[in-house]
């Protein structure tokens, strides 16, 4: 698994780095997938908790909602995306039917009315366009062709 650090998980989270350390060292909304250890070990962030941080800041961008009281429902959805893949979620949305709790459901099946309901496709795209994935050197030739005559 591949981990981010600090300012690379700001940036693809669309945080500053200030709400970062706010938001994942001061209040522990979110704590990172390896906590950092004093001068030069920076903590490092998986694309899950990425995912969860945008989330969050969805919630507060879009309907005013204090991030202080929905920090069991983040750490629910990173707990949900634990363990499953990148392109599992694409037809993905979570669903939060308070501020204590979220759980992931299809994003065709229809929701129940007043719950709160983010996709997940939105995130996971911009995700995608941020990553780099290492590019396979075209695979040689084992042995050289040889024609063959009757």
């Known amino acids: 698994m591949q981990l981010l650090q600090a300012s690379d998980a700001a940036r693809l989270a669309g945080l500053t780095m200030h709400q970062l350390r706010e938001w994942c060292a001061r209040r522990t909304l979110l704590a990172p997938d390896v906590p950092g250890a004093g001068r030069g070990r920076h903590a490092l962030y998986s694309w899950q908790s990425v995912l969860a941080l945008r989330l969050l800041l969805e919630l507060q961008d879009r309907f005013g909602v204090e991030v202080g009281a929905w920090k069991d429902a983040i750490k629910e959805v990173r707990q949900h995306l634990q363990g499953r893949s990148f392109p599992a979620l694409w037809s993905t949305a979570v669903v939060f039917p308070d501020c204590a709790h979220a759980r992931l459901i299809d994003e065709r099946s229809v929701p129940i009315e007043g719950l709160l309901v983010l996709p997940l496709a939105p995130h996971l795209q911009a995700l995608a366009n ?20 009757q």
Request: charged share 15%.
């Open 130 to 149: 941020s990553f780099t994935f290492p590019v396979e050197p075209p695979q040689r030739q084992l042995f050289p062709a040889v024609g063959i005559r």
